[in-house]
């Protein structure tokens, strides 16, 4: 790599949070199959358990196994629960998968409201998410650590 390239590279934002952040309205529906209704009750359960935009960490209710999370979420998306509620989801990137978090809201609260209630939170839960490095900054963590260290930067 030149050198003349190499500090526009750097420079380069690879990930913005915007890309990592969704935010889902899900509105409430009144009919819902036997076999997505029993797909979803964990999350009915842990939800109903809370009060209206006390978040709840959705990722203890959903399946282990990515590709069953998926489905389940996507399930939630397309029919929703009995009840309006707003989906959070975090991705962190790279093999980390993505964090949900979910609240139930008012359904008499107007848009101003609701939007009040979802800017609040989701400053509160970007707070309380790990944070996740890439592996140029990992480099040049054990770049600099090896310079002002006597050991060695492969350990």
């Known amino acids: 790599m030149t050198p003349n390239i190499k500090p526009i590279l750097q420079s380069l934002q690879v990930r913005d949070l915007e890309d990592a952040v969704g935010v889902f309205h899900i509105s409430p529906r009144t009919a819902i199959r036997p076999s997505e209704a029993e797909q979803l009750v964990a999350l009915t359960d842990i939800l109903n358990q809370k009060d209206a935009y006390e978040p709840v960490f ?10 069953k999370r998926h489905d389940v979420i996507a399930l939630l998306k397309r029919v929703g629960l ?3 509620m707003i989906l959070y989801c975090y991705g962190a990137g790279g093999n980390v998968g993505n964090f949900y978090f979910g609240w139930k809201i008012n359904p008499q609260d107007d848009a101003d409201t609701i939007s ?20 140029q900054m990992r480099r040049e963590f054990i770049h600099k650590f090896g310079l002002v260290s006597n050991m060695k930067t492969h350990t």
Do not use: E
């Not at 959705?58 to 590709?67: F, M, Q, S």
């Open 82 to 84: 009995s009840f309006k």
């Open 58 to 67: 959705l990722n203890d209710a959903l399946p282990i196994d990515r590709k």
């Open 116 to 135: 009040t209630h979802v800017a609040r939170l989701s400053s509160g839960i970007l707070d309380t998410v790990p944070s996740y490095h890439t592996r």
